[in-house]
Every structure is written in C-alpha cells, then in structure tokens.
C-alpha cells in the first residue's frame, strides 16, 4: 500500500496492431498505431457455465488531424488500404499478480477488487 492506504499495482499496457495490407501479418511501417491511439474499448462476454464466447467489439479513437485515416485521402500512406474487416491485434497486459503473504501482492482472483481504491504506478520496463 502508499501512504494514503490505497493499493499500488502496475498500469496496464498494451500495444495496438492493424493489418492494413491485408496479407496476414502486422509487420508493415504504419501497422503499429500505438502512438496514435487516443483511446479504445474492449467488451466480450464469456458465459462460465457454458463456456459460450461473444464477438468482441473493439472500439478504437484516433488522432487523425492529417486525415492519414481517411479513405478519401489519396495522400496517406494507407491510401487504397483503409477498408472495413482489416484484422486487429490488441496485446494487453494488466500485472496485478498478488501472491498471498507478500506486501503488495496477494493472488486471489487476478483482478483487483472492486470500490477499493488504487493508486497506478509506470513500469519502467517497455511492453
């Protein structure tokens, strides 16, 4: 815990991947639009009794000031790419690993409690 009582786990990072070219992989220069991710969510629904999924939605806002987004700008390098079903990769990860009789980290479900009250430190190291 910090001073103020509120339990310390890492922030979340995550990495966000278009296939822009449509040949199945996520290697192309404008593929990682980490940078240029101004937010998204993420909602699925997985049913524990039957183990039925839903689709995901993936929900992504993007800086696009130089419109390099926009279908109708030929000028973009993504021009004659920018089309509906490209595949999307979203890595993240959430380190809240808590191991039971260690200050900090007590595994009990892997996910924090809810209405506790968190304070989110960076991770030095890159994701």
Do not use: Q
């Amino acid at each position: 815990m910090d001073t103020t009582g509120r339990r310390r786990v890492s922030e979340a990072k995550w990495k966000l991947m278009v296939d822009w070219g449509g040949e199945g992989k996520f290697s192309g220069d404008d593929d990682d639009i980490t940078a240029a991710t101004l937010g998204f969510s993420l909602r699925h629904l997985r049913d524990l009794g039957s183990e039925y999924i839903d689709a995901a939605r993936l929900d992504i806002r993007l800086a696009n000031a130089d419109h390099k987004y926009s279908p109708p700008n030929g000028k973009s390098d993504l021009s004659g790419n920018l089309e509906p079903g490209r595949k999307v990769w979203l890595r993240a990860a959430f380190p809240c690993d808590m191991f039971a009789g260690v200050a900090d980290t007590i595994l009990d479900n892997h996910a924090p409690d809810y209405g506790e009250s968190y304070v989110w430190s960076s991770p030095s190291s890159d994701f």
